[in-house]
């Protein structure tokens, strides 16, 4: 029989401020949302940055017309796991490249936002065997590491520190959701059918899809329990935890 997966370490909760930065409207619903569930519920505040507006992911919908059909999914379904503020980027879908440019706007929420923690999705080369991952995913990851540390240097990105706006070197950690190297876990089941239903949200590009018999709740539930044996919980949601900074 082969090994049982390691168990997850509990991630911190001691924090009050997260944002979530990932490439496409519903990068966080498959898995994350009902961890965001579970934080706003406890009084935290999360927002939300799309790097763009996921307008190339519906093959039968022009660009335009699914930019706005997609961003309004996203704005619900952030509402139905707590978050208020969702902000779309406009980087074009599908061509994301990590660059200088991604960095310094993905620095320019951070000091803005001023959070604790950063939220992304799974940048690693696939989601585990060889299910690929796809290139958005790998370059916003990457970009969201860099620009947290870009956001801490004054010299870095310096144009943006006009009028209010100042560094901010208060970001403790990145949390990468759905990563296959992730040792670290949060219990989230009395916040599962949240998730659900933030990921049921995005009817149309589920609709655009065109898988037969794809139930959210199904799937959901298929990894929450697989990650919930290595928390010791019901249902549970998995990060692959980065320390900013040293001695953290
Ligand atoms: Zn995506």
Known sequence: MPDAPPPLTPLDENWERALCVVAHPDDLEFGA????????????????????????????????????????EQVESARIVGVDTVEFLGFRDGVVEYGVPLRAAIAETVRRHRPEIVITGNFQPTFG?????????????????????????????????TGDLEKWDGVREVWAAASPLAEHGIDTTDTFEAGVASLQAHA?????????????????????????????????????????????
């Open 33 to 72: 949302a009902a961890a965001i569930a579970r934080w706003t519920g406890q009084g935290k505040q999360v927002t939300y940055v799309m790097v763009t507006s996921g307008e190339a992911g519906i093959d039968g919908l022009e660009p335009e017309e699914c930019r706005r059909v997609r961003e309004a």
């Open 129 to 161: 065997g060889r299910n690929l991952n796809q290139a958005d995913h790998i370059a916003v990851g990457r970009a969201v590491l860099d620009a947290v540390r870009d956001a801490a240097n004054r010299w870095i990105f310096p144009e943006q520190l």
């Open 204 to 248: 149309a590009y589920i609709d655009g899809l065109g898988w037969d018999d794809f139930d959210p709740r199904e799937m959901l539930e298929g990894f929450g329990r697989q990650t919930g044996q290595r928390m010791g919980t019901a249902i549970a949601t998995s990060f692959e935890v980065f320390p900013m900074g040293w001695g953290g």
